[in-house]
């Protein structure tokens, strides 16, 4: 299935014997730079994938919310909205966690939201940290606010969408993955602080400049990944303690030496480290986007991830090994994005050694004993949006 089409209305009609009301679609997401930076009040560089989660839906106003996924084995699930209660709490519905979050962050958020019939197809890898989990949720999002006329205005969708992934699933992931869902636009990467929700639209025009941005989905997951993300939390949390500040946002640049000496365990002197770092490492990327410097943000991003491979410990080696193999090919920069432990790196690179760096991973890939990684062009793409009528 391509990125933009999906099985269309018949499915819908198919699987609930009815007329869909519209379909509405929210996109994946790579993070140019601002890696582990947005639980931390930061800021963040997201652009939006073509690749899409799609849904099709139709309002029921017998309070019952039926999701089905074409993506998922078990059919549909059918659950009543006032009965709702968190995974902690006992939910036991599987990936219909996430639409169910949906519903019942807007519903306990106030918003009068009656039960729906929902129908999904995704071109979103799952797991591979292109957040297909925020393209589910902001798609059922937008769905649900359009059928039942809420108004919502997309950061605050977006918080509808995050206090799902949060509370209901019990993710604690930051706020960025659903701001990109609901925000990117055509063309752009979006600049957003996360202590405030600011954002700007960046150009981010590569084939004007001959370049390209490869996304390398490795398709490994370590099992590290969830246990090792709250710890990364904890230990920032534990810096930001140990300086007094609200959040490591707050810890400027030429501050950091003297912060470090301040903090006695070693491990979150790395995290602070790489958290005030990578802060100013988007800003030396918006300034050099803003001043067509585009080719210089390489180097940005290769020094991003070695701080996250370094100091914050989160990469891997098969992450390591495509940003390794495609700097050494000729790449202007590379960087592992998403949270780690797997899932795809980014590549920035002349669109004349796209083919020579692409056989070049596989080989590597290959030689190392991985399997082979997936590797397709970032083509900054619109966020969530309704398709039909
Ligand atoms: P990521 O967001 O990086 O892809 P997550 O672990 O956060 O990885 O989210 C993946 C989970 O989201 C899947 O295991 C599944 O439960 C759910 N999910 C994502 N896309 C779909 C889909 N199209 N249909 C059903 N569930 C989905
Ligand atoms: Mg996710």
Do not use: K
């Amino acid at each position: 299935m391509s990125a933009t089409t999906a099985g269309g209305a018949f499915r819908f009609r198919e699987i609930y014997e009815r007329e869909p009301e519209g379909a509405w679609g929210a996109p994946g997401r790579v993070n140019l730079i601002g890696e582990h930076t947005d639980y931390n009040e930061g800021f963040v560089m997201p652009l939006a994938l073509p690749h899409l989660c799609r849904v099709e839906a139709a309002r029921r106003d017998d309070g019952v919310l039926r999701v089905h996924s074409s993506d998922q084995p078990g059919g549909v699930v059918e659950l009543t909205l006032d009965g709702l209660a968190p995974v902690a709490e006992g939910f036991a519905g599987g990936w219909a966690a996430y639409p169910a979050g949906v519903a019942w962050s807007l519903r306990t958020a106030g918003h009068r939201v009656g039960g729906a019939d929902l129908h999904f197809e995704s071109t979103v890898p799952t797991g591979a940290g292109l957040s297909s989990s925020a393209a589910l949720e902001v798609s059922t999002g937008l769905a649900l606010d359009d059928l039942y006329g809420l108004g919502l205005d997309r950061p605050s969708l977006a918080e509808v969408c995050r206090r799902a992934e949060n509370e209901f699933v019990g993710v604690p992931s930051g706020i960025l993955d659903q701001m990109a869902a609901a925000c990117c636009t055509e063309g752009h990467a979006l600049y957003l602080d996360t202590r405030d929700l600011q954002r700007r639209q960046v150009p981010f025009d590569l084939a004007l400049e001959g370049l390209r941005l490869l996304v390398v989905d490795t398709r490994v997951t370590h099992e590290l990944g969830d246990g090792a993300y709250a710890e990364r939390r904890r230990g920032c949390e534990a810096g930001a303690a140990a300086l007094g500040v609200r959040a490591l946002r707050d810890v400027p640049l030429d501050g950091l030496d003297e912060a470090l000496g301040r903090i006695e365990d070693p491990v979150v002197r790395r995290y602070v480290h790489h958290v005030v770092t990578e802060n100013d490492r988007v800003r030396q990327v918006i300034a050099l986007l803003d001043a067509g410097e585009t080719r210089a943000v390489g180097p940005v991003l290769t020094a991003g991830h070695r701080s996250l491979r370094d100091d914050f410990a989160v990469s891997c080696p098969e992450l390591d090994l495509v940003v390794e193999v495609a700097v050494d090919r000729g790449a202007l920069g590379a960087r592992m994005t998403g949270g780690g432990f797997g899932g795809s790196a980014i590549v920035l690179l002349d669109e004349v050694l796209v083919d020579d760096v692409r056989e070049a991973l596989v080989l590597a890939f290959a030689e190392a004993g991985y399997a082979e990684p997936e590797v397709f062009e970032a083509v900054p793409s619109a966020g969530a949006r309704r398709l039909t009528p």
